[in-house]
């Protein structure tokens, strides 16, 4: 007698429903504060860096990519993209020097400044200035006291650090070392920061170098869900790091401004 299709078809889901599911990787609380103070040391050891990058913006389904870009950061308070032609012109510019967010849009001479809320308007609410420069170093921004930090780490040398204050929750996943497990050497993989419940955005960080005695991630990958926003910052081999920044690296002389 031949079992009927409809059967075989039913039997095969409860089958499989059936079946040990692998028990989920247990997580052990442990003491965040060593963690929270290497973080904290390691953003105060990055003083500055040059770069050449090739940048990717996905937006909206829409994709660009900028294969020459120069990166300027000043520690964690300032910073300078500018994106070059195939002739080394300059095709944008966009400065962050403190105070003021400047910026020169492709096929235009004027300069327009706007405020820290030029950020929002550009990359979405959370991924401020002082959030951007900390990712392009590779860092997490400094954090702002009172705040709650609980780390949960597994087996495999893989933790959580989650950071709480007012409405808003970091999340920063980091690995620590087999041969040490110390803080200090621990590798921050990816972070993410929720604001009132959402999601302001989330970074992944990759192919971590070591220049001048501090780590850099070479692949930095930015997600805005509320943007639908991609950003790939890729940097290439010829990079400076922990070296003097002239201030006149922050100004983008024009003859008009717009504000």
Same mark, same amino acid.
């Given at each position: 007698?031949k079992? !009927?299709?409809f059967?075989?078809l039913l039997i095969i889901?409860?089958v ?5 599911k692998?028990p989920?990787?247990?997580?052990t609380e442990?003491?965040?504060? !060593?963690?929270?103070?290497? #973080? ?5 050891s ?6 050449i ?5 996905q937006k909206?389904g829409k ?5 020459? @870009?120069?990166i300027?950061l000043?520690?964690q ?8 032609g195939?002739?080394? +012109?300059?095709?944008t510019?966009f400065?962050w020097?403190?105070?003021?967010? #400047?910026?020169r849009?492709?096929d235009s001479?004027?300069?327009?400044q +706007?405020g ?12 401020n ?6 990712i392009l170093?590779?860092n997490?921004?400094? #954090?702002?006291?009172p705040y709650?930090?609980v780390?949960l ?7 959580v650090?989650?950071?709480?204050r007012?409405d ?5 996943? @980091?690995v620590y !070392? ?5 803080a200090?050497?621990a590798?921050i993989? /990816?972070?993410e ?6 999601i302001s955005?989330?970074?992944?960080f990759?192919r971590?170098? /070591?220049i001048?005695?501090y ?8 997600e @805005?869900?509320e943007?639908h926003?991609?950003l790939?910052?890729?940097y290439d ?12 690296l922050?100004e983008i !002389?024009n ?5």
């Amino acid at each position: 007698m031949k079992t !009927p299709l409809f059967a075989v078809l039913l039997i095969i889901p409860l089958v499989f429903a059936c079946a040990p599911k692998k028990p989920d990787v247990p997580l052990t609380e442990v003491p965040a504060g !060593p963690l929270v103070q290497a #973080l904290d040391q390691r953003h105060r050891s990055f003083h500055g860096m040059k770069a050449i990058a090739s940048i990717v913006i996905q937006k909206w389904g829409k994709k660009r990519v900028l294969e020459n @870009v120069g990166i300027v950061l000043d520690g964690q308070c300032r910073f300078r993209m500018e994106a070059y032609g195939p002739l080394g +012109q300059t095709i944008t510019a966009f400065v962050w020097n403190g105070k003021t967010m #400047l910026l020169r849009r492709p096929d235009s001479d004027r300069v327009e400044q +706007q405020g820290e809320d030029g950020f929002a308007r550009l990359l979405g609410q959370g991924l401020n200035a002082r959030e951007f420069c900390a990712i392009l170093s590779g860092n997490i921004p400094e #954090l702002a006291r009172p705040y709650r930090a609980v780390q949960l780490c597994g087996r495999d040398g893989g933790c959580v650090l989650e950071i709480s204050r007012d409405d808003s929750v970091r999340r920063v996943q @980091v690995v620590y !070392p087999a041969a040490t497990g110390l803080a200090p050497e621990a590798q921050i993989v /990816s972070q993410e920061l929720h604001q009132s419940g959402d999601i302001s955005y989330r970074v992944r960080f990759d192919r971590t170098i /070591s220049i001048a005695n501090y780590r850099l991630p070479t692949k930095i990958e930015i997600e @805005v869900p509320e943007r639908h926003l991609q950003l790939t910052i890729e940097y290439d081999s010829d990079l400076e790091v922990d070296i003097p920044i002239q201030d006149e690296l922050f100004e983008i !002389p024009n003859n008009e401004t717009a504000n």
